[in-house]
């Protein structure tokens, strides 16, 4: 069991958006904003694509969002594309191992 | 441009070690704002954080394994290196060598990863 909670699936059309849910405690996702989310496609290492709940690395397409409520962080992809088909998987600083890192059990995204 | 690469048997059998190591390009493994790590996917199932070590040598590892593993790394050859003790076929995995990013002394996010290396454990 994952220490981070995400749909083990979501699914869209192309061109629309899409969001994919984290979902953790105060410990964890609520209490800090060291939010990341990875992409990763099959047989490849993952990528980060969002770090600090919102902030993109450079290259990144800012059709990539992220955001935070509560103890549930949010990835959104907007006019979703066939190449966003992967996997994504987010992950949180924790109190319980400040230098470790966990994560979600990931979510698979199927572009219709 | 920051590349890791991990070299390492792809077969272990049984009751033995597991020896993986990550060789850095690119960048020095001497810096005090990242940590050199090591994460895991078994086949078909999620990533998992194993450890992490600091470029002055300090280590910090997933309870759930800090029993069976040990993180250390080689300045003079800009790599880092991995071992898992008494290894099962439950430690069959993808495992990835990567670069975590800190600030304020706790680990914010993995910036770089290796491209991973199958490791099959079997007799």
């Known amino acids: 069991q994952s220490a981070l909670t995400q749909p083990a699936s ?12 984290c979902t953790g405690t105060s410990s964890d996702v609520g209490g800090y ?4 989310w990875y992409q990763q496609h ?30 549930t962080a949010s990835l959104t992809i907007s006019g979703l594309q066939a190449e966003d088909e992967a996997d994504y ?11 470790g890192v966990i994560f979600g059990g990931g979510t698979k995204l199927t572009v219709l | 441009q920051l590349h890791l690469q991990e070299s390492g048997p792809g077969l272990v059998k049984p009751s033995e070690t597991l ?18 790590g090591w994460v895991r996917q078994p086949p078909g199932k999620g990533l998992e954080w194993i450890g992490s070590i600091s470029f002055s ?17 080689d300045t003079s050859k800009n790599d880092f290196s991995l071992r ?21 002394g706790v680990t914010t996010r993995i910036d770089y990863w290796g491209q991973g290396t199958l ?5």
């Open chain 1, 33 to 36: 904003n060291y939010v990341s």
């Open chain 1, 89 to 99: 998987y987010c992950s949180s600083y924790t109190t319980i191992n400040t230098l």
């Open chain 2, 57 to 73: 040598g300090g280590t910090y590892y997933s309870p759930s394994l800090r029993s069976r593993v040990t993180i250390s790394l």
């Open chain 1, 10 to 21: 979501v699914s869209g059309s192309p061109g629309q958006s899409i969001t994919i849910s």
């Open chain 1, 42 to 71: 099959p047989d490849k290492a993952p990528k980060l694509m969002i770090y600090d709940v919102s902030n993109r690395p450079s290259g990144v397409s800012n059709r990539f969002s992220g955001s935070k409520s509560g103890n």
């Open chain 2, 119 to 123: 490791v099959t454990v079997s007799s």
């Open chain 2, 84 to 104: 898992v003790n008494s290894v099962t076929a439950a430690d069959t995995a993808v495992y990835y060598c990567a670069r975590l990013a800190l600030r304020g």
């Open chain 2, 19 to 36: 020896s993986l190591t990550c060789t850095v390009s690119g960048a020095s493994i001497v810096t005090s704002t990242y940590f050199w």
